[in-house]
């Protein structure tokens, strides 16, 4: 029964770990936006100066968070103020949307379903350092991720040992150190 509660905990550590990671992507450099904008040339295209089209960025972006009610953005285009997206582009953007909110709470409810699973292991006096690196391994292991497999269970392994996020984070780097130069 541990070993089903360490599999489920460990497809909810990947379902949780994936989703946390686009969002990290998405959200956590805005200037990665003004790169691409720049690249390709988007400023022409929209006759807005950079700034305000870094404002727009920032505020679609805290509607699909949720963190906006509406896109009503109002801005400067070609000199004068006006609405930034039509009616089209918020239906639209209403949908993106729902896709954003649907995997943070996916994510939500992985969390806890991670939780729950390894306390019921503890609740049954299971070896969490054993358990969830094999049953880990049991999750990945049919698409093939050896390399992924083995850094990852000792990544497992090693952070629940561990007390601090210091030494976590050292443990992380070396583990994929480690992994790229064997």
Request: aromatic fraction near 12%; charge should be negative.
């Amino acid at each position: 029964m541990q070993k089903i509660f360490g599999l489920v905990a460990a497809m909810a550590m990947i379902v949780a770990m994936l989703i946390t990671s686009f969002e990290i992507a998405i959200y956590s450099d805005y200037g990665w936006y003004q790169k691409e904008y720049e690249k390709y040339q988007v400023l022409d295209d929209l006759e807005m100066e950079m700034q305000d089209v870094m404002d727009v960025t920032e505020e679609m972006m805290a509607y699909l968070r949720g963190d906006r009610k509406n896109l009503e953005v109002k801005t400067v285009i070609a000199g004068e103020e006006g609405m930034f997206f039509n009616e089209r582009e918020k239906l639209h953007m209403e949908d993106v949307q729902g896709l954003f909110l649907g995997g943070i709470q996916i994510r939500r409810v992985a969390f806890v379903i991670f939780a729950a699973a390894v306390l019921l292991i503890l609740f049954q006096k299971g070896n969490l350092r054993e358990i969830l690196p094999q049953m880990y391994g049991w999750a990945v292991g049919p698409l093939g991720w050896q390399q992924c497999l083995e850094g990852w269970s000792r990544l497992i392994s090693i952070s629940i040992s561990c007390c601090s996020t210091r030494s976590f984070l050292t443990m992380i780097c070396g583990c994929w150190i480690r992994l790229r130069i064997c």
